[in-house]
């Protein structure tokens, strides 16, 4: 079983790394569905509390950029 929190920790360590991601490689390495289905759960928590936003169009999630 793997938790969301982990994924959250995964998807922002790829986005300080690379900026912005397709989402299909978000998924990429995932070995079964739990971490699937919580690396997708994970995206949704993070566009909800508005730390990445998702581009329908291009399918890319990227750093939100943070007010000072």
């Known amino acids: 079983v793997v938790s969301v ?6 998807v922002l360590k790829r986005l300080v790394n690379e900026t912005k991601v397709h989402f299909d490689s978000l998924f990429e390495k995932s070995r079964d569905r739990s971490e699937i289905v ?3 759960l994970a995206v949704l928590e ?9 581009d329908e169009e291009s399918a890319e999630v990227k750093m ?3 007010p000072r």
């Open 46 to 54: 993070l566009v909800k509390a508005k730390r990445v936003e998702y």
């Open 5 to 10: 929190t982990s994924r959250i920790i995964f």
């Open 38 to 40: 919580a690396t997708f």
């Open 64 to 66: 939100k950029k943070q």
